[in-house]
Structures are given as structure tokens and as C-alpha cells.
């Protein structure tokens, strides 16, 4: 199969290295208007690059948007016509299906994704929404029957893949990005250094705390109440760590800062 990402910038990136990791017998494409872009790619990991737009679209068999939410409607008016079935997967957040569509419609049949960066070490967490048909639609119809299983395989060699309503992706692209998880690391070490300790066994210290400790309760059977409580002892230095931050608006900041997430997504869906 032919896999043509139209956009060679970090996600592509990302993906081409989880797919290499992965062994994927898939032929990958990348086309870009940056010719230093492609050439770096080609080299770090051994694909094929086609600068011309049009010719890289005849090539694929799965094509994937994998631009900025504001550079679509440019892209996709670039390619003109589409004149044969294409499955076509947007990267791009907060752009709905019903916009995809409008821009270019039949016959390309379009599904949203949402890969994490983190999909280069194959340990990934992607979502998926397809179109809304009805279930005699689903039982008669085996291309869509097929679509899923193809879109759903191949994300899954970059890791977890799940599938969600529309309704939702905007959320879960708020909530599922490794950012979170960097941007409290980069704080907690920075506190931790200012508290005595030297840079490297900072970050050490803050990277147990945040990823063994979640990668314990994915991992496990554990409840994340019961694993809150085995962790912070009542009156103990961890629950008065948790509380104060609790009273400094450590939660107040996290849900303002989801809200301003979703504020971005539904602006893309205007652009």
C-alpha cells in the first residue's frame, strides 16, 4: 500500500519514525513545498519524497493530511478535483468531517485522526472518528467495513488506537497531549532544583513521579482513588504537597487551561 502524507513537518516526523520501529511493509510517500524538508527526510528514514502535489495524491492508496489546521483549505483547493476513490485521513485539529467534505467531497471518504508525537517509539495513543452511517448502511456496505479496518490497523503499529465520536475529538486532542505531561515535568524539576537538588536528579525525581507512577496504574488493577490514597499518607509530606497545590488552584489552572484548548479547536473549524 501506498502511504502518502501531504506535510513533512513534526507529526509526519513522528509517524515515519514509529513506522520504521514497526517494520511497516508499507510504501511511504512524503510531499512538501520545503525541498530541504523532504531531502532530511529521505535521508533519516530512507522514503520516498515527491515535491509535486498532484502526482504525490495519484500515488496513494491511504492519504494523510498532515498539515496546520489553517493551511487545509489552502492544500486541498491545491489539489483540485479528485476523480477516483481515495481514503483520505486528516491530521488536522479541530477541522470536522462535515468541513473535509464540503472542501472536497466525493469521491474521497475522509477520517479524522488524532496521533500522538509519541507514536515514534511505538508507544503511541491515536484516536479515530469516521463519517456516521446507519447500521443497515455498516451491514451492506463492506468498504466502510474495510476503511475502518485498514485506518484502524495501520495506526495501531504506532500504538493504542481508539475510536470516538466526533462529538468528543476536540476534547480528547485537549487532554491527550504528551505537552501536559512535559510542561509539569519541566515545573516540578524547576521546583525541585530550587528545593536543592542539581538538574539531572530533578528531572529523575519528577519523571518517576509522573511516569512510572501512571504507567503503575495503566499497567495494574489498581483504582487511580486507591493508588492516591496508598500514595499519600494522611498528615504525610506528599498529601500536604497535594493539598496546597489543590489550594493555590492547581485544578482552576488545569481546567482553564483545557477550556483555552477547546477555544483553539472549534476557532480551526472556522478557518
Not at 126 to 133: E, G, K, Q, S, Y
Not at 159 to 166: D, F, H, T
Request: charged share 25%; glycine share 8%.
Amino acid at each position: 500500500m501506498n502511504v502518502v502524507f501531504l506535510g513533512g513537518g513534526r507529526i509526519t516526523s513522528a509517524m515515519l519514525a514509529g513506522l520504521r520501529l514497526a517494520k511497516t511493509k508499507h510504501r511511504l510517500v512524503v510531499h512538501d513545498r520545503n525541498p530541504a524538508k523532504l531531502r532530511g527526510l529521505k535521508k533519516t528514514y530512507a522514503i520516498a519524497v515527491e515535491p509535486d502535489l498532484k502526482k504525490a495524491v495519484r500515488q496513494a492508496d491511504l492519504l494523510l493530511i498532515a498539515v496546520r489546521p489553517d493551511s487545509v483549505k489552502e492544500l486541498l483547493r491545491a489539489i483540485g478535483p479528485v476523480n477516483r476513490p481515495l481514503l483520505a485521513v486528516s491530521l488536522a485539529a479541530g477541522v470536522p468531517l462535515r468541513v473535509l467534505r464540503r472542501m472536497a467531497g466525493p469521491p474521497v471518504r475522509w477520517v479524522r485522526a488524532m496521533p500522538s508525537p509519541v507514536c515514534r517509539s511505538r508507544r503511541g495513543l491515536t484516536a479515530l472518528t469516521f463519517p456516521r452511517t446507519s447500521s443497515r448502511t455498516r451491514s451492506r456496505n463492506s468498504q466502510w467495513q474495510e476503511d475502518r479496518k485498514l485506518v484502524r490497523d495501520f495506526f495501531a503499529s504506532l500504538g493504542q488506537v481508539l475510536v470516538i465520536p466526533e462529538s468528543q475529538f476536540d476534547a480528547f486532542t485537549v487532554t491527550y497531549s504528551c505537552s501536559h505531561g512535559y510542561h509539569a515535568l519541566a515545573a516540578l524539576a524547576e521546583c525541585a532544583q530550587e528545593a536543592g537538588l542539581d538538574r539531572k536528579t530533578a528531572l529523575l525525581a519528577g519523571a518517576h513521579a509522573l511516569a512510572d507512577g501512571i504507567i503503575a496504574w495503566r499497567e495494574g488493577s489498581d483504582s487511580l482513588e486507591s493508588l492516591l490514597e496508598e500514595a499519600a499518607t494522611p498528615a504525610g509530606i506528599a498529601a500536604a504537597a497535594a493539598s496546597t497545590m489543590d489550594a493555590a488552584g492547581y485544578r482552576r489552572a488545569v481546567r482553564k487551561g483545557v477550556a483555552a484548548g477547546l477555544r483553539r479547536a472549534r476557532a480551526n473549524a472556522r478557518l
